[in-house]
């Protein structure tokens, strides 16, 4: 019965949730396959904590900080340096034409460390404060901010790079 | 998505560029239909769950074991043994000498030799020549001994 109510409780939320879960894995790893793991990896994880996570409040909050720290923990296994330079992955064919400003862009974020790329997701794309992404990081305020603006201004110069390359093809 | 940017002391004037970029990427790239992971996750963490109270309960136990194992360990080792006890005797009839050993009549039960030696202390291990082990049995002995005088008297 408490099992019940329980699933019950957790499949409202993850229907109505995993659709923007999924956006926030895309914009941090960039494949939407990729993402669609990690939105499940981070829907598993949920579950198993969800009494808890019923009773402290902010389920919202909670999914979003296991998500971005998923998403780290799975590139420091993999190694920062060798996926700070991986190769942009090309978007899947028949998906129709893609304006070249997005590809740019995505191109862009993905030559960003990963840690860059969730600060900045986190600050920008969820619209949390220094503090919530301080937490969900582990990291502290400074930390958050520092990384901000560099994420920021190494982003900017990899843009003006991509669309100068773009341009030149 | 309209919330000023700071980062840290002051406004970020790219705080806006960003979002907009974000927006562009997720809206514009061709998001391929959702599948259900719901099902899949609520079945992965069922196992999950499972496999952290398992783990919990093993180190639960192991602690206890460790602990348990800690307490045997640390208890003296020279302790002393706990002494036997003697069959309990019955009265004997009045005149008639008690014979059967007895740690309470100690000093007055003495097996002093009669040549008025030195006797051996109590507390002092006995020699391991079984004599001790036979001690227990003598006193079985004589009560019966006594039973029968007990009967023959009747």
């Not at chain 2, 602990?67 to 009839?93: D, F, K, M, N, W």
Request: proline residues 8%.
């Amino acid at each position: 019965m408490r099992e019940a109510t329980r699933e019950r409780e957790f499949r409202e939320f993850a229907e109505a949730r995993q659709r923007h879960l999924r956006r926030s894995a895309y914009l941090l790893c960039g494949d939407w396959h990729e993402a669609q793991d990690l939105t499940q990896t981070t829907l598993m994880k949920l579950y198993a904590a969800w009494g808890r996570v019923r009773r402290d409040g902010n389920v919202e909050a909670y999914a979003r900080t296991i998500l971005t720290r998923t998403f780290i923990d799975q590139y420091r296994r993999r190694g920062w340096l060798v996926e700070a330079v991986e190769e942009v992955p090309e978007p899947p064919g028949g998906q129709g034409p893609t304006p070249e400003l997005r590809l740019v862009l995505q191109a862009a974020l993905m030559r960003l460390p990963p840690r860059y790329r969730a600060v900045l997701v986190l600050r920008f794309w969820e619209d949390w404060s220094v503090e919530e992404t301080a937490r969900a990081l582990r990291v502290t305020t400074g930390t958050v901010k520092s990384q901000t603006a560099r994420g920021l201004a190494q982003l900017r110069r990899l843009v003006e790079q991509e669309t100068v390359e773009v341009s030149g093809r | 998505m309209t919330r000023t940017m700071d980062q840290g002391d002051g406004t970020d004037p790219g705080a806006e560029e960003m979002r907009g970029a974000f927006e562009a990427i997720v809206t514009v790239a061709a998001e391929p239909p959702m599948r259900d992971v719901t099902g899949a996750a609520i079945a992965g963490g069922r196992r999950l769950r499972r496999r952290r109270r398992a783990t919990a309960v093993a180190g639960v136990s192991t602690a206890v074991v460790v602990l348990v194992a800690v307490a045997v360990g640390l208890t003296p080792v020279g302790a002393e043994p706990v002494t036997p006890v003697v069959p309990a005797q019955t009265p004997s009839p009045s005149g008639v000498p008690d014979p059967a050993p007895s740690p309470d009549t100690g000093p007055s039960r003495s097996l002093a030799p009669e040549d008025g030696s030195t006797p051996m202390p109590s507390d002092e291990p006995m020699p391991s020549d079984g004599s001790s082990a036979e001690e227990p049995e003598r006193a079985d002995d004589l009560t019966e001994q006594e039973r029968e005088r007990e009967r023959d008297t009747r």
